[in-house]
T-cell receptor
Framework: NAGVMQNPRHLVRRRGQEARLRCSPMKGHSHVYWYRQLPEEGLKFMVYLQKENIIDESGMPKERFSAEFPKEGPSILRIQQVVRGDSAAYFC???????????FGDGTRLSIL | QKEVEQNSGPLSVPEGAIASLNCTYSDRGSQSFFWYRQYSGKSPELIMSIYSNGDKEDGRFTAQLNKASQYVSLLIRDSQPSDSATYLCAVNNQAGTALIFGKGTTLSVSS
């Protein structure tokens, strides 16, 4: 499968735990984006990364959220000390270059108990 | 705050008709425009991209862009029940680092 791969598809955490979401971009893509979709709301940009660099994190909450895209391996979106308001679908997208069409993965549905 | 506005719908059309979806955006510096389709519980699927004024056709889909009016539209010809979904308009920010999405228009095609 040459598409954007996200795992896990579903993740359940209790309040205060950590959530780690992983994303492998499409083959040939080195630009990765994370978006969040809250119930009944639109997709909101969180962060844009290239290998080993965060390019734009203007949509990321200042606390508890972090993202990385190491030289080897998938991009990781990490949420520390999760709260009920973090429950959402988190989508990763990738593109061949900046300002090129972004292709989305199937998403991770995060539920906080 | 840069915004993308869409009518939420639902837009209901009979099978075989033309569905017309509209979108306006606030950032005059935006250069890239996209339409995504999202089925309930699924991820957004790219269906059209457009970068210059005018029309762009791909099969049953035609995207139209008017930068002076800050307006993007999507026409779906010969609509099918399988086209029933939410259609998301997305616009790149000036830096090209993020897509700004509208909340989507729900399309329902009845057979």
């Amino acid at each position: 499968n040459a598409g954007v791969m996200q795992n896990p598809r579903h993740l359940v955490r209790r309040r205060g735990q950590e959530a780690r979401l992983r994303c492998s971009p499409m083959k040939g893509h080195s630009h990765v984006y994370w978006y969040r979709q809250l119930p009944e709301e639109g997709l909101k940009f969180m962060v844009y990364l290239q290998k080993e660099n965060i390019i734009d994190e203007s949509g990321m909450p200042k606390e508890r959220f972090s993202a990385e895209f190491p030289k080897e391996g998938p991009s990781i979106l990490r949420i520390q000390q999760v709260v009920r308001g973090d429950s959402a679908a988190y989508f990763c997208a990738s593109s061949e270059d900046r300002d090129q069409p972004q292709h989305f993965g199937d998403g991770t549905r995060l539920s906080i108990l | 705050q840069k915004e993308v506005e869409q009518n939420s719908g639902p837009l209901s059309v009979p099978e075989g008709a033309i569905a017309s979806l509209n979108c306006t955006y606030s950032d005059r510096g935006s250069q890239s425009f996209f339409w995504y389709r999202q089925y309930s519980g699924k991820s957004p699927e790219l269906i059209m991209s457009i970068y210059s004024n005018g029309d762009k056709e791909d099969g049953r889909f035609t995207a139209q862009l008017n930068k002076a009016s800050q307006y993007v539209s999507l026409l779906i010809r010969d609509s099918q029940p399988s086209d029933s979904a939410t259609y998301l308009c997305a616009v790149n920010n000036q830096a090209g680092t993020a897509l700004i999405f509208g909340k989507g228009t729900t399309l329902s095609v009845s057979s």
